[in-house]
């Protein structure tokens, strides 16, 4: 016998021994079972972690919440470029980023498109890009808004959060700034959060 025939059979020995000495107890895992794809209420639950304590009564015994309200889908576009980010504009309009880089204003029926540039460049491998977007509280007065992307720097990227002000005419951010980035800096292409 070889080396490798040795060691395949030692660890089949022990995936068998271990297998055969497991406890009583059943995980809370294992307990659990859905119904119709609902998971049970987390209330009934055991805790999986009982030798933390919660900061305030109730905090990880939040219960499931089941609803029948009926919802239809409908499409409004399907010619945006890899949206992301979405948030409406007090005029009921939609602010879309496109993960290239840019932001997309569409009309509440969804039939008109307008390009926004003028956002600092994104690093759109992989899960980067331009990613979420908010809308200053005093929006309506300031224009300001905020946006998360993935940001190219020397030896990498990292998040970034930043600010500009909506042009007059909409087709541009005016004065962009970084005022966040959450160093250090990878040279990776996934896990930017941003949501």
């Known amino acids: ?27 809370v895992a294992a307990q ?16 999986n972690s009982p030798e933390y304590q919660p900061a305030f009564a109730g905090q990880t015994r939040v219960p499931g919440v089941k609803t029948t309200v009926p919802y239809q889908v409908e499409v409004i576009n399907s010619d945006l470029q890899k949206p992301w980010g979405i948030i409406n504009l007090p005029d009921g309009r939609f602010l879309i980023t496109s993960k290239t880089g840019y932001l997309n204003i569409v009309s509440a029926d969804g039939k008109t498109i307008s390009k926004v540039e003028g956002l600092p460049k994104v690093d759109d491998k992989g899960q ?3 990613l979420d977007v908010a809308l200053d509280p ?10 998360t992307f993935s940001e190219p720097v020397s030896g990498g990227n990292h998040t970034a959060v930043a600010k500009g002000k909506l042009s007059a005419d909409e087709k541009m951010i005016e004065n962009p700034t970084v005022i966040f980035r959450a160093t ?12």
């Open 1 to 27: 016998m070889n080396y490798l025939s040795i060691r395949n059979l030692s660890m089949l020995g022990i995936v068998f021994l271990v297998s055969c000495t497991g406890s009583q107890k059943t995980s």
């Open 32 to 47: 659990d079972t859905t119904v119709n794809g609902i998971l049970p209420n987390p209330e009934t639950s055991d805790k």
């Open 128 to 130: 980067g890009g331009l």
């Open 138 to 147: 005093d929006f309506a007065t300031n224009r300001m808004i905020f946006w």
């Open 184 to 195: 250090p800096t990878y040279n990776g292409d996934k896990h930017y959060g941003s949501r």
